[in-house]
């Protein structure tokens, strides 16, 4: 029940396209929702993040849609550029478990071609 | 510069030797985190202080693992007696509750690698 399901592993995207990660989660005690992007060698950086009260955020050409329902949310990114490949991680926080660490999806190696 | 900073950024060590990793968190932060994160996974909490009081430990977190935050203020992450398995980055991030949630901010990480 701790767990987020992240998929794909990995994508390759052309210049100018869109990038889509999914990830699914069980809990429904979870209340916070970020994604994180990372390059080589470097730590995690806070990308876009969403509760879910909101159905979808946009930020520049990030966006996340979120549905309660089936307990899944998706990063898209819009126009994708070669320098955002990297690796993306979603992750999911309990508000009320006190500590509200996050938990991480796998991770997806995003490429982007030129 | 006012992230998260780590050090050292890089450790090789022998196995059955004890390492120490330093985290200073950005300073209005009461919240700080350890987390470790292997090749292609995602990071994996292993502890968490909320000012000097360590308020939860992973289960991953062994007996030859131990952290500290003297004074609320930086942490360090000690290991004893290294084992191959313990090669990872070591994660440290902060954050700071607000309305609006609770957003960590990682650090550089600290590279592990035990031979």
């Known amino acids: 029940q701790q767990q987020v399901k992240q998929s794909p592993q990995s994508l390759i995207v052309q210049k100018g396209g869109i990038s889509i990660i999914n990830c699914a989660y069980e809990?429904?005690?979870?209340?916070?929702f970020p994604w994180y992007q990372q390059f080589p060698g470097k730590g995690p950086a806070l990308l876009i993040a969403i509760r879910p009260d909101v159905s979808e955020k946009k930020e520049g050409r990030f966006t996340i849609s979120f549905n309660k329902s089936a307990k899944q949310f998706s990063l898209h990114i819009m126009d994708s550029q070669p320098g955002d490949s990297a690796t993306y991680f979603c992750?999911?926080?309990?508000?009320?478990?006190?500590?509200?660490?996050?938990?991480f999806g796998t991770g997806t190696r995003l490429k982007v071609l030129a | 510069d006012t992230g998260v900073s780590q050090n050292p950024r890089h450790k090789i060590t022998k196995r059955g030797q004890n390492v120490t990793f330093r985290c200073d968190p950005i300073?209005?932060?009461?919240?700080l985190y350890w987390y470790r994160q292997t090749l292609g996974q995602g990071p994996e909490f292993l502890t968490y202080?909320?000012?000097?009081?360590?308020?939860?430990k992973s289960r991953l977190l062994s007996d030859r693992f131990s952290a500290e935050r003297p004074k609320g203020s930086f942490s360090t992450l000690e290991i004893q007696r290294t084992e191959q398995g313990d090669s990872a980055m070591y994660l440290c991030?902060?954050?700071?509750?607000?309305?609006?949630?609770?957003?960590?901010?990682f650090g550089e990480g600290s590279w592990l690698t035990v031979v």
């Open positions: 992750a999911a926080s309990m508000g009320n478990s006190g500590t509200y660490k996050y938990i």
């Open positions: 300073s209005e932060h009461n919240r």
């Open positions: 991030a902060s954050s700071f509750r607000t309305n609006s949630g609770n957003t960590i901010y």
């Open positions: 202080f909320q000012n000097e009081a360590q308020l939860e």
């Open positions: 809990n429904t005690a979870f209340d916070y």
